[in-house]
């Protein structure tokens, strides 16, 4: 729907699609964030107490070994970003060929559709519980 007004309004492709990547970079972003944080804080409680055991008859150790290194932890969520910024560039341009006619129109008809959809559904569902009370009343 957004995408259709702001077609309407005159934005042209690219700015449209230029748009929705920096929008899903800062969902990506906030989500890097957030898993880097909890990798850093399993790390250090791996490192420092041994949550995470071996059992020592089977292997040579008693806890997990930790290895970090800031450069292939930069490098890791450096490919992470080029991957999904890449993966991101087809939606992008699918969503930039959107006619804001279309979009607009279909908006209207699937809100009316799905206004009766849920309409009758309840009709019906009020009308199976209706049934359900009358049946069970009589065979109990």
Not at 6 to 31: A, P, R, V
Not at 42 to 66: A, R
Request: glycine residues 4%; charged residues 15%; proline residues 2%.
């Amino acid at each position: 729907k957004v995408i259709g007004l702001l077609k309407s309004f005159g934005s042209n492709k690219y700015l449209i699609q230029k748009i929705f990547l920096i929008n899903c970079f800062y969902i990506m972003m906030k989500g890097i964030i957030i898993g880097n944080s909890i990798a850093f804080f399993i790390l250090f409680m791996q490192s420092n107490f041994g949550f995470f055991k071996l059992d020592s008859e089977t292997y040579y150790l008693s806890e997990i070994p930790v290895f970090f290194s800031f450069y292939y932890f930069f490098l890791i969520n450096l490919g992470v970003i080029f991957t999904c910024m890449i993966s991101l560039l087809i939606p992008s341009s699918l969503i930039s060929k959107i006619y804001p006619s279309k979009v607009l129109r279909l908006t209207w008809f699937f809100q009316i559709k799905l206004y009766f959809y849920f309409q009758n559904s309840i009709f019906v569902i009020k009308k199976l519980n209706e049934l359900r009370r009358k049946y069970t009343a009589y065979y109990r």
